[in-house]
């Protein structure tokens, strides 16, 4: 169940970081082309970052984990003899241990597909203004649905305040880098 858990932080953050990152464009460029590119950019670098940070996270884990195994199997041995039944319990230990691979493959799955929803929001709609408005509604939206799957998931009885505080977190990304975006654009910097 924590890997479902991890799959829907990921997905949120593939979510409010692609849909943030357009509406920075959409902040300065009326262009539909430019928005999509950096959508998909955008979630080609998350994907693979949050493929890689997972990797490298779930392998240091691991390593620590079996360190710890074998600094347990060497005080067994001190102190007593070891048998089949202990031997046993150290593979099924074994085959519990994380799987680096497995964690950033879907970590970085998660992320693709909540950057989706807002490429896809994005991808029909040619004003430039109904374009960014479809956006925010459809990332509310998207939000909404990941807040109450995470809170449901982490056993909590206040979903509707968990699903406010998730499409608030995420009104705060995408109003902070439209704002910032369109602030750094006005003041020609070659935009």
């Known amino acids: 169940m924590a890997w479902l858990r991890a799959a829907i932080l990921g997905a949120n953050d593939g979510l409010v970081s692609i849909a943030s990152l357009m509406m920075g464009v959409g902040a300065v460029k009326d262009d539909i082309k430019a928005m999509i590119l950096t959508g998909f950019a955008g979630l ?40 089949t039944n202990n031997s046993m319990g150290e593979n099924e230990k074994e085959k519990r241990l994380p799987n680096p691979f497995q964690a950033a493959l879907a970590s970085a799955l998660a992320f693709a597909l909540g950057a989706v929803v807002p490429l896809l929001a994005a991808g029909f709609v040619t004003e430039r203004e109904v374009r960014l408005a479809v956006v925010v509604g459809a990332t509310t939206l998207a939000l909404a649905a990941f807040g109450g799957v995470g809170a449901v998931l982490g056993g909590t009885s206040r979903v509707g305040v968990s699903c406010g505080r998730v499409v608030v977190g995420g009104w705060m990304a995408m109003g902070i880098t439209f704002g910032l975006t369109k602030l750094l654009g006005s003041t020609g910097l070659g935009m």
């Open 44 to 83: 080609f670098a998350g994907a693979c970052s949050m493929a890689i940070g997972e990797f490298v996270s779930v392998y240091s884990q691991r390593d620590i984990e079996i360190a710890q195994m074998k600094r347990e199997k060497i005080n067994k041995n001190i102190t007593t003899t070891t048998t």
